[in-house]
């Protein structure tokens, strides 16, 4: 095994850095998604003084997005640490090799999650 060049550790410390501030978005994002309907009910009794019907239609959609996208946070922090093992080994054996499948998910993931919320506002107000 070689040493591994300090240049190389610390951009995948930066990589797995960079992971683990997504995942913790991803989970912060599907709590705050998952209480979105609390919020509209309250706003609308505060301010309507009563509370709509569409509310009612999409407290399932944002209770499930929610969940899914706290879970897909939870799975990313998972495979983070994998990730990390590998790369790492990976230097030490000089064979450095990108995981862009990763990073592909994660953009298709968040497309995905825009377009159903822009669906839900769309099509539930």
């Known amino acids: 095994m070689e040493k591994i060049d ?5 951009a995948l410390n930066r990589s797995v850095l960079a992971l683990i501030r997504t995942s913790i978005s991803m989970i912060v994002l599907g ?3 998952e209480k979105f309907d609390f919020f509209l009910k309250e706003m609308s009794l505060h301010l309507l003084k009563n509370t709509p019907e569409t509310i009612y ?7 499930y997005l929610g969940l899914f996208t706290t879970f897909a946070g939870i799975i990313l ?8 093992k590998k790369q790492l080994r990976l230097l030490k054996e000089s ?10 998910a994660i953009s298709l993931f ?3 999650f825009g377009i159903v919320i822009l669906l839900g506002m769309l ?3």
């Open 57 to 63: 239609e999409s407290k399932t959609l944002y209770h």
């Open 6 to 10: 300090p240049k190389n550790l610390w």
């Open 110 to 112: 968040i497309t995905t």
């Open 95 to 104: 064979k450095a090799k990108d995981d862009e499948h990763l990073f592909y």
């Open 123 to 125: 099509f539930l107000s």
């Open 77 to 84: 922090c998972i495979y983070t640490i994998f990730y990390y």
């Open 31 to 33: 709590f705050v998604v």
